[in-house]
């Protein structure tokens, strides 16, 4: 049984120009001790959906879903205060934004030791040890004196080591890490993913990482989920959405890795993903997609089954051409 | 911090130099000479006036005199009132006790009832109950609070006779001299049964009318501020936390969302001393604003001028303090 | 755009979807935001009402305001058991509340406004002045303006018109004086602000000559707070005006002034309550009609300064 289950999750919100649909029927497992990955340009509802996973979308979102259960229980009819006792101990999430993620006005130890108080039945005491070892477990110095430091006093790299203590505090089922180190510089970023990934490995706890980095999610994850504008156009275990991805946008994605291109300009995915007032009638894909007929403009694409990729793609790609397609239109 | 500290303090410096300045001339200016106020109409010997004038140092070169005033202010000197000659320092630490404890409960009543209503407005937004704060606070800042005032008298004093009109103590059933000055203390410390609760009665009216304006302020950036908060990351990682929604608002957003609604408090001190102004002459509550007012009507030129000078003193020092209290408050700050 | 032709040729890749509709002009943007606002249309129905009755009091009011008619003394509204003649009753000399209240309407919009457009003229006269001038003459700005600030509004108004003497063109003046430093350092924030930005840049590169950059090229972009503040601050000068006007330090009688008006009305309390209410409540309605009114605008012109 998996840990996490979502079919058909959707999430609206209601906006000053009417209802924005940011999430659309995605679909997602996590098995425990799997680490899954969801990869997607910007904007295309990846924060958004795992945020309504752990109930933390403001009070404009509207959130359905078919199902929508975390380790056995179903999340969307437990009381608030039912899914209060889950969310941070069983579920945790770090944030993009660690900067910001953390309260400027409370000591790093408070706002560790808050989270293991809520969920832990610890003392003082044995709190503040578990502090003290779970900023030596993210690799941060002078544990004692970090925590009694205030969160501006600390570098951005610094801030998220301590949001994965946080996230690990109360040992955790499974850890939801959205783009952990997009906000960070370059030469922090492969420091902070092997701390998270060695945590995960050690612990084996599930992790869903949302990342834009292809590859990343080549070395690490068992199995992607790929977003397009709300839309999961594909899922796939790691090792076949390299070698064979059925939908074009996961093509053009790999297609615009570096150690993939073949000439010397590499690839691009050109234009831009459609916000709220410029959605295309049929596939939201269609006016980038390289293969995009007639029908992929006017008709929305159904699902293909798990043996392509569950494709969200009228004629989804096998080794690369497009299938079910006799003629190829060509484009300008 | 230090740095800041006395950056801010020097700054103070050319502020009060000017105050004095202003206080200076602005009372030279006044129509009639300081002497015809003294003798009136009756007239005066011109020898005689000259030892006046001398005796005033009247006739001394005017950046002389300046320097002069200066000095004693410097000293606590605020000059003498014509009307009792008594130093005006003197008869203005006499009243301002009583200013105080009026101010002190006005704001009190606006923090009481502001920060709550802002918060729940902020949390509950876009409901009945935020639509009427927002009324009632756009109402109470737009109001004309001496009129205010006459209302809560016409209604709560005359028509249903719950509270006395005016002063501060029912001084036919009890008597006591002054200690702190403030009516509160000094009713429980003489014993007298009751003494207190006539005390409490008559604050309660001109609490509420100079609390008014205050309270609006407050509701309102109470409210704006924790909409911002209420959006941070911060906040959306106690609640990832799986904290309890009092906590997450009443602790993570409230903390940060007070650091404005401080500085706002702190700068209602103006806006309190002038409303106590009108509030005391209202309710003829013997403290410094009505005093200000009675020394103009009776030209008493030098009480005005020191009045004057001692009340923005005041402002001027609690601006200070709160622009020291922000940082302190504001740990970005403190340990930048 | 959903519904775009769906034949047309093919475009360079994602062409078709970046069309955007052209920008409606500013003022009708202006009004449409500020008419989504129904608290601030309101405001502005309110103040156009009140305006109006301003403008045309001797031929809308029914009596003159200072005529007494001295054997109506202290005649109750027509809802408490007056007669039509005053439909708001009279006051303790049998003058026509109503018609004092039409006519106050007159002296208290005319103080907000004359405070309001000396305050406009001098604040972004002295805001550009050390804005562009800095050195000494943004010191001595800027330091007179603290020292406004730090002494109480009421106070300041009462130590000028103590030194003026109390009357109607000194309220304005008072006030003027108590409200003047908003207006400047807004203008210098906003100036400098501006100043800092490529087309000023461009400008003095370009030559041109000092006075028409200050009011020609920086002045026009920082306009949009100075007219929210403006509109504000008319409803802060009507109401510091009434509080002079009551202490007896603003307008002299018989104006009808509606400040003054309460300040005679205390011994009435019981007597003659609508002597207190009346012109409390004009005050009260116009000023908060004009801060709707403000708000609105504000919402409107200023979108960095919008209340979410
Ligand atoms: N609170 C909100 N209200 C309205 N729209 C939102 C809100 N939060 C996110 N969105 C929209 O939802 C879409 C998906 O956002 P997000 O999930 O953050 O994308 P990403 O895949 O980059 O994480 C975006 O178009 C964003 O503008
Ligand atoms: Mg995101």
Redesign the pocket.
Do not use: L, R
């Given at each position: 049984m998996s840990l996490l289950s979502i079919r058909n999750l959707s999430v609206t919100?209601a906006?000053g120009r009417g209802p924005?649909r940011?999430v659309d029927k995605v679909d997602l497992d996590v098995a425990t001790g799997e680490l899954v990955a969801i990869v997607?340009e910007?904007?295309?509802?990846?924060?958004?959906?795992m945020l309504a996973v752990m109930g933390l979308l403001?009070w404009?979102?509207t959130v359905t879903a078919d199902r929508l259960s975390f380790d056995g229980k179903d999340l969307l009819a437990l009381s608030p205060r039912e899914r209060r006792k889950i969310i941070g101990r069983d579920l945790a999430m770090i944030f993009q934004e660690p900067m910001s993620s953390l309260n400027p006005c409370f000591t790093v130890g408070f706002q560790l030791r808050e989270a293991m108080a809520a969920h832990l039945d610890l003392d003082k005491a044995a709190r503040q040890a578990r502090a003290i070892e779970l900023l030596e477990l993210v690799g941060i110095p002078e544990p004692e004196r970090r925590l009694k430091a205030f969160p501006h006093q600390l570098s951005g790299g610094m801030s998220q080591r301590v949001m994965i203590a946080m996230a690990l505090a109360c040992r955790p089922k499974l850890i939801i890490a959205d783009e952990p180190t997009t906000a960070l510089d370059v030469t922090i970023q492969a420091q902070i993913l092997d701390l998270l990934l060695r945590l995960q490995k050690d612990s084996g706890v599930g992790l869903v990482l949302?990342t834009h980095d292809m590859g990343v999610v080549a070395e690490t994850a068992q199995r992607v989920c790929v977003?397009y504008a709300?839309q999961q156009v594909e899922m796939q275990p790691t090792r076949g959405l390299f070698r064979d991805p059925h939908h074009p946008y996961t093509s053009a994605l790999l297609a615009a890795l570096p150690e993939r291109a073949s000439g010397r300009i590499l690839p691009s995915i050109p234009g831009v993903v459609p916000?709220l007032a410029d959605r295309p009638a049929g596939c939201l894909f269609s006016p980038r997609c390289r293969f995009a007929t007639q029908t992929c403009r006017t008709i929305p694409p159904p699902r293909a089954g798990a043996e392509l990729g569950y494709a969200l793609c009228h004629t989804p790609l096998v080794e690369g051409h497009p299938r079910g397609l006799k003629k190829l239109e060509v484009p300008a | 911090m230090f740095r800041f500290f006395i950056r801010r303090v020097a700054l103070t410096l050319p502020t009060f130099v000017a105050l004095m300045f202003v206080t200076f001339v602005a009372v030279r200016l006044v129509p009639g000479d300081p002497i015809e106020a003294r003798t009136g109409e009756r007239g005066i010997a011109p020898e005689r006036l000259a030892m006046l004038r001398h005796e005033l140092g009247l006739d001394r070169p005017v950046w002389q005199q300046f320097l002069d005033y200066a000095n004693g202010i410097v000293h606590g000197d605020f000059g003498v009132s014509i009307v009792t000659k008594t130093p005006v320092l003197h008869e203005f630490a006499i009243l301002f006790p009583a200013t105080l404890e009026l101010t002190l409960c006005g704001l009190i009543f606006a923090i009481v009832l502001g920060i709550p209503a802002g918060v729940i407005a902020a949390v509950k937004r876009g409901s009945f109950f935020d639509h009427s704060v927002m009324t009632v606070a756009l109402t109470g800042y737009s109001m004309p609070i001496f009129w205010w005032g006459l209302l809560l008298i016409m209604f709560m004093s005359e028509y249903l006779g719950l509270t006395p009109v005016s002063g501060r103590m029912d001084l036919i059933n009890y008597y006591f001299e002054p200690v702190t000055g403030f009516m509160l203390i000094d009713s429980l410390l003489s014993g007298q049964e009751g003494a207190f609760g006539s005390a409490v009665a008559h604050l309660i009216l001109p609490s509420i009318v100079l609390g008014t304006i205050p309270l609006a302020v407050i509701a309102r950036m109470t409210r704006s501020s924790m909409l911002e908060v209420l959006g941070e990351d911060y906040v959306r990682t106690a609640r990832a936390k799986g904290l309890s929604p009092l906590r997450v608002v009443g602790l993570h957003a409230l903390r940060n969302a007070l650091i404005p609604v401080v500085t706002v408090i702190g700068l209602q001190t103006g806006t309190l001393l002038a409303g106590a102004v009108l509030t005391e002459t209202i309710f003829a509550w013997p403290g410094v604003g009505k005093w200000l007012i009675e020394s103009i009507a009776r030209r008493d030129y030098p009480a005005l001028q020191g009045g004057i000078m001692l009340i923005s003193g005041i402002v001027i020092l609690v601006n200070l303090i709160v622009d020291l209290t922000y940082v302190a408050i504001n740990p970005r700050i403190r340990h930048g | 755009m959903v519904d775009q032709p769906l034949d047309e040729t093919i475009l360079p890749d994602g062409a078709i979807i970046e069309t955007v509709p052209p920008a409606p002009s500013s003022l009708r943007a202006f009004w449409s935001a500020f008419s989504e606002n129904r608290g601030a249309v309101l405001g502005l129905m309110v103040v156009a009402f009140i305006a109006f009755l301003a403008l045309f009091a001797p031929l809308v009011a029914p009596h003159s305001p200072i005529e007494q008619f001295r054997q109506f003394v202290q005649q109750p509204p027509v809802w408490a058991g007056g007669t039509w003649q005053f439909p708001f009753g009279t006051d303790a000399v049998g003058r026509d509340v109503l018609s004092r209240l039409i006519y106050g309407a007159r002296i208290s919009l005319g103080i907000g406004m004359s405070v309001m457009l000396v305050s406009v003229v001098v604040g972004i006269v002295l805001g550009l002045a050390s804005a562009f001038l800095r050195g000494v003459v943004e010191v001595v700005v800027m330091r007179v303006m603290d020292l406004v600030v730090a002494i109480p509004s009421l106070v300041l108004a009462i130590l000028v018109v103590a030194v003026l003497g109390p009357s109607l063109l000194n309220t304005i003046i008072a006030v003027t004086v108590v409200y003047l430093p908003r207006y400047v350092r807004l203008v210098r924030a906003a100036a400098i602000a501006e100043l800092s930005k490529e087309y000023v840049v461009a400008a003095r590169v370009a030559g041109v000559g000092k006075l028409r950059l200050m009011f020609v090229t920086v002045l026009p972009n920082c306009l949009a707070p100075l007219i929210v503040q403006a509109a504000l601050g008319i409803s802060d000068a009507i109401l510091e005006a009434a509080a002079l006007g009551f202490l007896g330090l603003g307008a002299q009688p018989p104006i009808p002034e509606w400040g003054a008006m309460l300040a005679d009305s205390r011994e009435f309390i019981r007597a003659a309550p609508w002597i207190v209410t009346l012109p409390g409540l004009a005050i009260l309605v116009t000023v908060v009609a004009i801060n709707l009114m403000g708000d609105g605008l504000r919402d409107a012109l200023d979108p960095k300064l919008r209340r979410s």
């Open positions: 919100f906006t924005f940011a997607g910007s904007g295309s509802g990846k924060s958004v959906a403001p404009t979102a949302i977003h709300g916000g | - | -």
